[in-house]
């Protein structure tokens, strides 16, 4: 395994931290084009939307681990927070869970994300391509707790209107869903929040004072621009190769 950076303390800085969306069948060679296209950072894979088994994705995450990026993987629903532990068994960094609502959800997602005595998540060993680098449960426990980044994906006007309650310590970041969120705004047309950038605004103002960051997928590195100077420090995009 080579890890580069740390990238739960990059994002927990303020470093701006671009990130590739790729698919979970990407090879070592197209992980190794896509990195050397732009200043990426991370390599985000989505499991909501598209097809993925989990022979798969611990493949790519091997593929990863030896061109040097981690990889932050979508889950297939909210309501399989629970299985984030098993999901990083396979060798995620980190782990997205979609459509946020609730803060039962979120601490949910702590519990099995993180190893006691933070949270509860179940002891199976490093991945398989991190095995040499830790063969101590205690060592790697810690190391996990201080690696591993967690994102909490909100959605709609009530998600946004209590990102704060979300951004609790272990949070790392608060992920942003454009499409579901237009849907919800368009179902609430009085809402004072009118536009993607009225929410985008006030979650920032809401995470000011929290080491909670906000992601932005903003796909096109065209818009990179716009929302750092908004002051979002975390974005996803498609790359160009």
């Avoid at 939307?49 to 990026?69: F, M, P």
Wanted: proline share 5%; glycine share 6%; aromatic share 10%.
């Amino acid at each position: 395994m080579t890890i580069k950076t740390n990238l739960k303390h990059r994002i927990r800085s303020g470093e701006i931290t671009i990130g590739a969306a790729i698919p979970s069948t990407a090879t070592k060679s197209r992980i190794e084009d896509v990195m050397s296209s732009s200043d990426y950072s991370y390599l985000s894979v989505d499991s909501q939307h598209s097809a993925y088994d989990e022979r798969t994705l611990a493949e790519l995450c091997e593929n990863a681990d030896q061109v040097g990026v981690p990889v932050v993987f979508r889950i297939k629903h909210t309501r399989h927070s629970y299985l984030v532990g098993s999901i990083l068994d396979l060798g995620p960094a980190g782990v997205e869970i979609p459509q946020t609502e609730t803060e039962e959800t979120a601490q949910e997602a702590l519990d099995y994300f993180y190893y006691p005595q933070v949270g509860k998540r179940s002891w199976g060993g490093p991945p398989i391509s991190w095995r040499a680098n830790y063969t101590d449960r205690i060592e790697y426990a810690n190391f996990w707790n201080d690696y591993g980044v967690l994102w909490l994906q909100i959605e709609s006007l009530s998600a946004i209107t209590r990102a704060k309650t979300f951004a609790r310590p272990g949070v790392d970041v608060l992920s942003w869903g454009p499409a579901d969120l237009t849907f919800n705004r368009e179902a609430n047309p009085y809402h004072p929040l009118k536009t993607d950038d009225d929410c985008i605004e006030h979650v920032l103002k809401l995470l000011g004072e929290t080491e909670t960051k906000l992601c932005i997928r903003s796909y096109k590195p065209e818009l990179r621009n716009k929302y750092l100077d908004m002051g979002a420090t975390v974005l996803i995009e498609i790359p160009s190769v």
